[in-house]
């Protein structure tokens, strides 16, 4: 949670500060603040978004080429002008921005009021502020002695920029579960939550890993040392990001765009690995380490949200298609529950931003049991990508949208791609079958373009349901994962209850929520349960429900039966929920525009959870 972006060198700093804050509100919009040095200190706190603190601005001197910023969403303490980000230590001395969650602030806390420290915000970030000033007086440490001192004694999460007013030309970043990357410009640097505040100036940076310290000093190389005080030597890596990726391009919002884009993303997610002509799919992590997945006893899925869903999914393709036990865990739950897990498990992490903090937590443990650890991510260079011994990046591109989309469906198509692999490996389809899926896969993004035309007709269903305030979505099969997962959109960006359930189980218990006023969402393209969704659908309908089927096109007795159906090009049924992802999508995404809901940026969430 939370963005972060600092700079130092010589240009303003306020301006690319303002313009950072805005390319990393979608990581939380609570509040937003910034300090800018020249001389004092400068600093603007205000709740709400950016904007809000771009119109305090106006009225101040903003001079400065050093500053840090902040926007928030909040853990310790309401979202306020207090609580936000930066906080000042008691003495004046060092400003502090702060990303993550210090475990033990309470007991800092009371120590550092006893020596005499003032407290103005309910933060644990304004405990960790004093906390470094104190041991700087009392040891009379540099700032990033004091830092390095101050990190051996919290427990938690940080990621930390921190001045001093004193030394206006050294800037101090520390990480720990939570990002920080450098960027390195012409005699300037900045640091920041991600890579997007940055590729505007540069495209080279550097990812601190846990337990490192930066200090930037002005017109100098920076160094990073560990908490223990060692030299750090970090490659520079060039980023393969374009300016452009990060707009809207047009669209109003950056969740339709993504919406938008899956034709071009879902294509991208599979080049390179699959080729309907000569006959193979190759997924480059797996293809290493094959012989852990032929002989794995299980594989693990850990993930949260969305992520998830796809890992339900991929329970449904793997066991199907490669015959080998899986697991799906809440990666909030994984760690926690003494899990079994051996040397012959696989333990495959699903997370669009590669940050999610539970799950990096859930893949810690896996190693520590010996078993292969594998990542699927969005973000190259993101922390799990760098803790799991192998793994697959999804080249969905930046999604800016806290509700995902191109990311799920991206990561179904490396599901579909792994499952497949193994699947061949192991003999357990045929050969007729796995061309039959290669050629179906390479399929998908000219049937989603499909599916897009029928945007109008979405948006006309969604104008007749969105005063509702429940939802029930169902499926069966492959589409009982894909329900959950349309659910949640509901739920997430219109503040509607919606709840997804597997369609036989609708008869034991949600079936008393049916009447005129509920809609009910139905996945009804799976054949091998027809039968079973026509009784479904009667049942809703002998209730009054409102019946939306998502339906194979052609399918002339489920249209008639449906109040509005919702017809989707036929594939494989195990690729069903990457097609009919398209229109659950596009539904929430209307219903949410007409309710007046801020698509982007819905209220309480943001997109990369860091904190557990």
Not at 354 to 372: I, S, V, Y
Request: hydrophobic content about 40%; glycine content about 8%.
């Amino acid at each position: 949670m939370c963005g972060i972006v600092a700079y130092i060198g010589n240009k303003p700093a306020y301006p690319i500060i303002l313009e950072g804050l805005k390319r990393l509100e979608y990581r939380g919009y609570d509040s937003a603040g910034v300090s800018i040095l020249n001389g004092n200190i400068t600093t603007i706190k205000k709740k709400g978004k950016v904007a809000e603190l771009e119109k305090a601005a106006t009225e101040y001197d903003l001079n400065g080429n050093l500053g840090i910023g902040h926007t928030r969403w909040a853990t310790h303490g309401r979202p306020d002008d207090i609580n936000a980000h930066p906080h000042i230590s008691s003495s004046g001395r060092l400003t502090l921005v702060h990303n993550g969650i210090i475990e033990n602030y309470a007991v800092l806390k009371e120590a550092l009021i006893d020596l005499g420290h003032d407290f103005k915000s309910e933060t644990d970030t304004e405990v960790l502020v004093n906390l470094i000033d104190e041991l700087r007086i009392k040891k009379e440490l540099s700032l990033e002695d004091a830092v390095r001192d101050a990190l051996t004694r919290v427990i938690g999460a940080y990621a930390i920029v921190v001045f001093d007013k004193e030394n206006p030309n050294v800037l101090v970043g520390a990480r720990k579960s939570s990002p920080l990357v450098i960027g390195i410009g012409d005699n300037e640097y900045f640091l920041a939550s991600d890579a997007s505040p940055i590729i505007k100036f540069t495209n080279k940076v550097v990812y601190l890993d846990d337990e490192e310290i930066v200090t930037i000093r002005r017109n100098e190389n920076f160094e990073i040392r560990n908490i223990k005080n060692q030299v750090q030597n970090h490659k520079i890596k060039e980023l393969d990001l374009k300016l452009e990726e990060l707009e809207k391009g047009g669209y109003d919002h950056f969740m339709l765009k993504e919406i938008f884009q899956q034709p071009v993303t879902i294509g991208e997610s599979m080049r390179g690995r699959i080729n309907a002509d000569e006959g193979w799919v190759s997924v480059g992590g797996m293809q290493e380490n094959m012989s852990r997945f032929l002989n794995a006893d299980r594989l693990i899925f850990v993930a949260c949200g969305t992520s998830w869903h796809s890992a339900l999914i991929a329970e449904y393709l793997f066991e199907e298609l490669a015959r080998v036990p899986v697991e799906v865990e809440y990666a909030s739950e994984f760690r926690y529950r003494n899990p079994i897990i051996s040397e012959k498990d696989v333990v495959l992490a699903l997370s669009q931003s590669g940050e999610t903090a539970d799950t990096l937590a859930a893949l810690r443990l896996a190693k520590e049991k010996g078993a292969l650890t594998y990542g699927i991510v969005n973000v190259i260079g993101s922390s799990i990508a760098r803790l799991t011994d192998c793994g697959s990046y999804i080249h969905a591109g930046p999604e800016i949208g806290v509700a995902s989309t191109k990311a799920f469906t991206s990561q179904l198509v490396i599901l579909s791609l792994m499952a497949l692999n193994l699947g061949h490996r192991k003999g357990t389809i045929n050969e007729g079958y796995f061309r039959k899926m290669i050629i179906a896969l390479e399929s998908l993004p000219k049937k989603v373009e499909r599916i897009l035309k029928l945007n109008d007709k979405i948006k006309y269903i969604a104008s007749e349901i969105k005063n509702s305030q429940h939802a029930l979505y169902l499926g069966r099969g492959y589409s009982f994962p894909a329900a959950l997962e349309g659910a949640l959109k509901l739920k997430e960006i219109s503040y509607i209850h919606a709840e997804g359930y597997p369609a036989a189980e609708m008869k034991h218990g949600p079936i008393a929520l049916i009447d005129e006023h509920m809609p009910v969402i139905i996945i009804a393209t799976n054949e091998s349960a027809r039968e079973k969704i026509e009784s479904n659908i009667q049942e809703v309908k002998a209730r009054k429900g409102i019946v939306i089927a998502i339906i194979t096109e052609g399918d002339e007795e489920l249209k008639k039966m449906a109040n509005y159906a919702i017809e989707i090009p036929e594939t494989e049924e195990p690729l069903s929920p990457l097609l009919s992802a398209i229109p659950l999508q596009l539904l929430s995404y209307h219903i949410a525009v007409m309710r007046g809901c801020d698509v982007d940026q819905p209220r309480n969430l943001a997109k990369s959870v860091t904190v557990e």
